[in-house]
T-cell receptor, first 116, second 110 residues
Framework: DAGVIQSPRHEVTEMGQEVTLRCKPI?????LFWYRQTMMRGLELLIY????????DSGMPEDRFSAKMPNASFSTLKIQPSEPRDSAVYFC??????????????FGPGTRLTVL | RKEVEQDPGPFNVPEGATVAFNCTYS??????FFWYRQDCRKEPKLLMS???SGNEDGRFTAQLNRASQYISLLIRDSKLSDSATYLC???????????FGKGTMLLVSP
């Protein structure tokens, strides 16, 4: 079975440019999460969706960041305009429906973003 | 105080050694606990869940101490392939999200 798919795997851009990161979750998973990982701050949750609806975007650093999930098989994270401090690895993860307990999150390979 | 704290390491051990990592969490409402493993330049992957009674998976043993709010991971007979960063992860009751520690790096040498 295909896991979580992210594209691009690497992105190098210049400050001020728009960056769009893409994610295809595992089919049948109800939850989708966007994370950012840096050496300084570790893995931080940016936003998550349940059944395509954004539930909590309190981790989004500022208005330059936006995320959408137009359908169950696709999500985007957009940064406009990008800044050097946005350089990080961005992970998308998905998990199946939560029953009475917790379900494992499955991570994609990540997008390594460098903003010059 | 950070919600999940770990010693960043690195822990340098020879093959065959036993090594233990601890992690503390600040929120007493935390309900579920996990160890994830992250190889260099790869994504995190679930290593094992941590149950109140403690649990073992081969060479790996995880324990939870709710009173002191810490979680431990013990690795016996370390292999070179165990070299990775180990992330302590907690889930708060009623929440769908996870909180990750910054990880402890383990380097196993021949």
């Amino acid at each position: 079975d295909a896991g979580v798919i992210q594209s691009p795997r690497h992105e190098v851009t210049e400050m001020g440019q728009e960056v769009t990161l893409r994610c295809k979750p595992i089919s049948g998973h109800d939850y989708l999460f966007w994370y950012r990982q840096t050496m300084m701050r570790g893995l931080e949750l940016l936003i998550y969706f349940n059944n395509n609806v954004p539930i909590d975007d309190s981790g989004m650093p500022e208005d330059r960041f936006s995320a959408k999930m137009p359908n169950a098989s696709f999500s985007t994270l957009k940064i406009q305009p990008s800044e050097p401090r946005d350089s990080a690895v961005y992970f998308c993860a998905s998990s199946p429906a939560r029953d009475r307990g917790y379900n494992e999150q499955f991570f994609g390979p990540g997008t390594r973003l460098t903003v010059l | 105080r950070k919600e999940v704290e770990q010693d960043p390491g690195p822990f340098n051990v020879p093959e065959g050694a036993t090594v233990a990592f601890n992690c503390t969490y600040s929120n007493s409402a935390s309900q579920s606990f996990f160890w994830y493993r992250q190889d260099c330049r790869k994504e995190p992957k679930l290593l094992m869940s941590v149950y109140s009674s403690g649990n073992e998976d081969g060479r790996f043993t995880a324990q939870l101490n709710r009173a002191s709010q810490y979680i431990s991971l013990l690795i016996r007979d370390s292999k070179l392939s165990d070299s990775a960063t180990y992330l302590c992860v907690v889930n708060r009751k009623g929440y769908s999200t996870l909180t990750f520690g910054k990880g402890t790096m383990l380097l196993v040498s021949p």
